[in-house]
């Protein structure tokens, strides 16, 4: 595999999650007892998605951020998931091959670790009202989809992005959150040409009153 299609892996990591990844800045839901503390978390999680929409100066703050929260609370599966997931954002801040892929797998083996960490505890909400267990496995989907086929994460990130929309917790999850998710569904569908698929996930972003349901809307046409 050569090296340029490597290092576009993340511009095709961007354009495939960043929208879901925006719409969560809209939880303001504090968490419970042992969470990172919400402000810090807001601050990190604003750097995250201002670098994931292309603005290269707040990669390192959104990694150095996330890493600091995570030495905080180690256990924490939510932060090491975004730490790893601003990891992986570095492979943008650099023209050597070598060190993207090194950002790159470095990040994902922090989501894969973020994964592992789940127990039943993580049901709870532990940032902004959103079941970690939840939270944990779409940041991972939104990754693992996002990278090109030679780093074989598709199947898993479309397995993970299954499981939180199969889940019992998904019906009470906050929903900025929900509605995220399912324009990430819907985003899938259409890559994979399952317009159906695709137009179902717009319309419960619709009929749901998401806040993305303008985009969903907007969707629907490009489709029809």
């Given at each position: 595999m050569n090296h340029p299609s490597r290092s576009q892996f993340?511009?095709?990591?961007?354009?495939?999650?960043?929208?879901a990844l925006s719409a969560?800045?809209?939880l303001v839901a504090a968490g419970p007892a042992g969470a990172a503390a919400d402000a810090p978390f807001q601050s990190a999680f604003q750097s995250f998605v201002q670098a994931s929409a292309g603005d290269k100066s707040?990669?390192?703050?959104?990694?150095?951020q996330f890493e600091t929260l995570l030495k905080a609370e180690p256990t924490?599966?939510?932060?090491?998931?975004?730490?790893?997931a601003s990891t992986a954002l570095k492979a943008r801040s650099t023209s050597m091959p070598w060190k993207k892929m090194s950002f790159a797998e470095d990040g994902l083996a922090q989501i894969d670790k973020a994964l592992a960490m789940l127990?039943?505890?993580?049901?709870?909400?532990?940032?902004?009202g959103t079941p970690g267990?939840?939270?944990?496995?779409?940041?991972?989907a939104n990754t693992?989809?996002?990278?090109?086929?030679?780093?074989?994460?598709?199947?898993?990130?479309?397995?993970?992005?299954?499981?939180?929309?199969?889940?019992?917790?998904?019906?009470?999850?906050?929903?900025?959150?929900?509605?995220?998710v399912w324009m990430r569904a819907a985003a899938l569908a259409e890559k994979d040409q399952r317009k159906d698929d695709a137009r179902r996930?717009?319309?419960?972003?619709?009929?749901?009153?998401?806040?993305?349901?303008?985009?969903?809307?907007?969707?629907?046409?490009e489709i029809a």
């Amino acid at each position: 595999m050569n090296h340029p299609s490597r290092s576009q892996f993340l511009r095709r990591a961007v354009v495939a999650g960043v929208m879901a990844l925006s719409a969560l800045a809209s939880l303001v839901a504090a968490g419970p007892a042992g969470a990172a503390a919400d402000a810090p978390f807001q601050s990190a999680f604003q750097s995250f998605v201002q670098a994931s929409a292309g603005d290269k100066s707040a990669i390192d703050a959104a990694a150095d951020q996330f890493e600091t929260l995570l030495k905080a609370e180690p256990t924490n599966p939510v932060l090491m998931a975004y730490a790893g997931a601003s990891t992986a954002l570095k492979a943008r801040s650099t023209s050597m091959p070598w060190k993207k892929m090194s950002f790159a797998e470095d990040g994902l083996a922090q989501i894969d670790k973020a994964l592992a960490m789940l127990t039943p505890a993580h049901d709870a909400p532990i940032q902004r009202g959103t079941p970690g267990v939840l939270e944990v496995r779409f940041v991972a989907a939104n990754t693992f989809l996002g990278v090109p086929p030679f780093m074989n994460r598709a199947e898993r990130g479309a397995k993970l992005l299954g499981d939180v929309l199969a889940s019992p917790l998904f019906e009470r999850a906050p929903l900025p959150f929900k509605g995220a998710v399912w324009m990430r569904a819907a985003a899938l569908a259409e890559k994979d040409q399952r317009k159906d698929d695709a137009r179902r996930w717009f319309n419960e972003v619709i009929q749901h009153a998401a806040p993305q349901a303008d985009a969903a809307r907007a969707k629907l046409k490009e489709i029809a």
